[in-house]
């Protein structure tokens, strides 16, 4: 069965320390792995996705098969980081997205 | 219009209720999703649309939900005789095509059954 799990429900930071917000998931076949962000008030948004290996605002996640993991990081944390993000699997183009339970994350200026 | 739009913003519907709720996507975008999203936790795939063919709604909770976009763009979620466990945001999505293009959210349909 498809799971994303989010172990962190709740995690706090001070700026300027690296911050790694942590993905795991259970698929039998080859996943599309994302990260969605929702900033306060604002509605959820695609923050990356594993296919495109870019950068944004400073994050990134690297695929590991082997460990089933798709961690977000970043090397500074800024207080405009702060916000629910979501982990997020898909089976293939056509097949449904499927999300973790959210970690909030708070940047302590 | 600018992005996905979702009405009413919010809801409060007695226990037995039918309620709707509405979703207008992008203009021009293929994929429609529908998703529940309860108190503190992540959302809840519930149905899928390519254009006007509902691919996938096994993640329909009972058979008191039902989905539609009979056009092929606005989409209308029913749920019928509402349960004080159908309290949750609904939140809709819209993509060009698939997963492999960005699924833009709507702000979502706060339900709540008293």
């Known amino acids: 069965a498809q799971r994303v799990t989010q172990p962190e429900k709740l995690l706090s930071v001070f700026k300027g320390a690296p911050v790694e917000l942590k993905c795991n998931y259970s698929?039998?076949?080859?996943?599309?792995l994302f990260w969605y962000v929702q900033y306060s008030r604002q509605r959820l948004q695609l923050l990356l996705r594993h296919i495109s290996r870019e950068s944004i605002k400073g994050f990134t996640a690297d695929l590991n098969k082997g460990e089933t993991s798709f961690h977000l990081k970043k090397p500074f944390a800024q207080e405009e980081d702060s916000a629910m993000y979501y982990c997020?699997?898909?089976?293939?183009?056509?097949?449904?997205?499927?999300f973790g339970p959210g970690t909030s994350l708070s940047v302590i200026p | 219009g600018a992005g996905v739009s979702q009405s009413p913003r919010y809801k409060v519907a007695k226990r037995g209720q039918d309620v709707a709720l509405r979703c207008d996507p992008i203009s021009g975008h293929v994929s429609l999703f529908w998703y529940q999203q309860a108190l503190g936790q992540g959302p809840e795939f519930l149905t899928y649309f390519q254009n006007e063919a509902q691919l996938d709604k096994s993640g329909l909770p009972s058979d008191r939900f039902f989905a539609e976009r009979p056009e092929g763009s606005v989409s209308t979620l029913k749920i019928q005789r509402t349960q004080q466990e159908d309290s949750a945001v609904y939140l809709c999505?819209?993509?060009?095509?698939?997963?492999?293009?960005?699924?833009?959210f709507g702000q979502g349909t706060r339900l709540t059954v008293v």
């Open positions: 999505a819209s993509s060009l095509f698939g997963v492999d293009t960005e699924a833009f």
């Open positions: 997020a699997l898909s089976g293939s183009s056509y097949d449904k997205v499927i």
């Open positions: 698929y039998s076949g080859s996943p599309e």
